[in-house]
């Protein structure tokens, strides 16, 4: 975007970076949940936390850390219980 790009950044064509992950795909997504009186603590090994208020719409949103897009949650991650009905999935 030339209005927000530095001066020197500017008229360049876009750059596409790519890097190799390695996930472990022969753990399977698997979500624990425990809870004592005022939390529910959810846990994983690999996979992103999706939460919804309503599975007849399938309307799942990844679960983000302080509401900032692209930072996921981390396992553990705690949600109190006086929140209302919530579900929670993983997904890849």
């Given at each position: 975007?030339?209005e ?20 472990d ?8 949940m ?11 090994e ?40 919530i ?6």
């Amino acid at each position: 975007n030339d209005e927000l790009s530095s001066t020197e950044f500017r008229g360049q064509d876009p750059l596409t970076v790519a890097f190799e992950t390695n996930i472990d795909r022969t753990k399977p997504l698997e979500l624990n949940m425990t809870q004592d009186d005022l939390y529910i603590e959810l846990t994983w090994e690999r996979g992103v936390l999706q939460s919804s208020t309503d599975l007849k719409n399938d309307n799942w949103e990844d679960v983000l850390r302080f509401g900032i897009e692209g930072q996921y949650a981390k396992s553990p991650h705690r949600v109190r219980k006086n929140k209302g009905v919530i579900f929670f999935r993983l997904r890849e």
